[in-house]
């Protein structure tokens, strides 16, 4: 998402680069290019009109710093303005001294109520508690087995059952008290459009469960439907917070940059896929960070240690170092980190991925690792091991067994004895030579200095190298240096 205020800011950030100094006929300019960008990415007219003035302030009263051109002190107000309309920080989730805190959803149908509630309560249960599921939508046909079928994904347990919405939410809240849950998660019904029922049911709901914790479930492709929405739906609930889904459909994210200034509620959780695990907090400060394309590392590496082995990954990545890295090990980082998502989603939150690189991010097909995978399963165990045995017959028959040609398979290998190669002089602590020659950037992904084109694999495995590696030395060692025995008395 945020993809057409990317681009818009990135061009602002390049037209003030040479700037010497900023006048006031120049920041003039320069809002009213931010002004385009977030009325063109569908932010509500309040929300931009505030925003120009609170970033007009910030840059007049900036005191003046060597290290930043002008143009860096408009991209700097940006940024600080964007964490503000954001939310700030992020929401800290406290829990009721009292078992069980209760969690409300609302919201209209479609916006992913029901799917959402699965998500919050597998978050719930991944922060050590112990969740359960009232399906209170008995408006919408088969929402509750529906969400049965993703309570039993996650482990967790769902309560429903006949009566009224109001008396199955009440006795979802005292199951979870006979039972222990220390968390209730109420999916309630939704309408095709804002009307008296709904509200008048959800109040109701509220009344008899008394939520700690209400918060609205809004689809982000819908924009100013859902700022309408959020503003009709605080009005009757008071919100605390609100859960935006289907943050990987829409490139503008008006209604999410909107929320806040609108119903004075931040973003809470975001949902940026289909699959269970694609739930998180909503950091406004990441996210900006995103939006001005300078990525989001913290939040990789954060994605790498849920989903991928901490010890298939450090025992790979020390083959990798010493130059005994195998194809076997490449396929194991590999399975690693197709489990942290798309490719294209991965090198959206590298930091230093240029606009380019994220126009190519986007055409990238995750089904080429499925041809990477092939080829390396249609080697024997000895070819795997030792690559280097593979001569022109094998490169055929391999070719054959995974349904590609020879020039993939040498692709392959080919690039594979680079990067081993690489590794192994970073391993010597001599400077590699990469593929473009020494002392010229590193090829761009997809590029080596050839111009041939780079297994997606490679990039993948770079990628979550990198994850899991950027945070440097464990705690309580330092790096380099010479320790000094203690005196003998």
């Known amino acids: 998402m945020f993809d057409t205020l990317t681009t818009r800011l990135e061009r602002l950030g390049s037209s003030l680069r040479s700037r010497g100094r900023l006048s006031d006929a120049d920041l003039d300019e320069a809002l009213a290019e931010v002004r385009a ?12 009109r505030s925003f120009l003035e609170a970033v007009r302030e910030r840059v007049a009263g900036s005191s003046l710093n060597q290290s930043l051109t002008p143009g860096q002190y408009v991209i700097k107000a940006v940024h600080e303005q964007l964490i503000e309309v954001l939310g700030g920080t992020t929401l800290k989730i406290t829990y009721a001294s009292r078992p069980p805190t209760v969690v409300l959803l609302a919201g209209l149908q479609g916006a992913g109520k029901t799917t959402a509630a699965a998500k919050l309560a597998q978050w719930f249960k991944q922060q050590g508690r112990q969740p359960l599921l009232v399906g209170a939508d008995l408006q ?33 809240v005292d199951e979870a008290v006979r039972l222990g849950r220390d968390v ?153 980190v197709r489990r942290m998502g798309s490719l294209g989603g991965l090198m959206r939150l590298m930091p230093g991925v240029t606009k380019e690189m994220r126009a190519a991010a986007a055409n990238v097909d995750d089904g080429e690792l499925n041809r990477v995978e092939a080829i390396i399963r249609s080697m024997t165990p000895r070819e795997r091991r030792d690559p280097s045995v593979i001569d022109g017959s094998r490169r055929s028959r391999i070719a054959r067994g995974s349904g590609t040609t020879v020039n993939a398979v040498n692709q392959l290998l080919r690039q594979f004895g680079e990067m081993r190669k690489m590794m192994r002089q970073m391993g010597n602590g001599t400077a590699p030579v990469m593929p473009g020659g020494r002392g010229r950037p590193v090829p761009t992904p997809r590029q080596t200095g050839s111009g041939a084109e780079v297994p997606a694999g490679f990039e993948a495995l770079a990628a979550g190298m990198r994850a899991r590696g950027s945070r440097g030395p464990a705690k309580g060692k330092k790096k380099g240096g010479r320790v000094t025995p203690p005196k003998q008395r």
């Open 37 to 48: 960008a977030l009325l063109e990415a569908d932010v509500e007219l309040s929300v931009v």
């Open 140 to 172: 919408r046909p088969a929402a509750v087995e529906q969400l049965r079928v993703l309570g039993a994904q996650i482990g967790v347990d769902v309560v429903s059952g006949s009566g009224t919405p109001v008396e199955v939410a009440r006795r979802g």
């Open 184 to 336: 209730v998660v109420i999916d309630t019904a939704g309408r095709l459009a804002i009307d008296e029922a709904l509200m008048r049911e959800v109040r109701e709901i509220s009344a008899a469960t008394a939520p700690h914790y209400t918060f609205l479930v809004i689809d982000a492709v819908t924009g100013q439907d859902a700022v309408a929405t959020a503003r009709a739906f605080h009005e009757a609930l008071a919100l605390s917070g609100v859960i935006a889904t289907k943050l990987d459909y829409d490139a503008r994210g008006g209604a999410v940059l909107s929320a806040r200034g609108v119903v004075g509620r931040p973003v809470v959780f975001a949902s940026t896929g289909e699959k269970l695990q694609d739930f998180d907090l909503f950091h406004p400060d990441r996210m900006a960070s995103r939006i001005l394309g300078m990525g989001d590392a913290l939040s990789l590496i954060e994605q790498a240690e849920r989903t991928m082995d901490a010890a298939v990954v450090a025992e790979s990545a020390g083959r990798l170092m010493s130059g005994t890295f195998t194809l076997d090990d490449f396929l194991a980082q590999l399975n690693q």
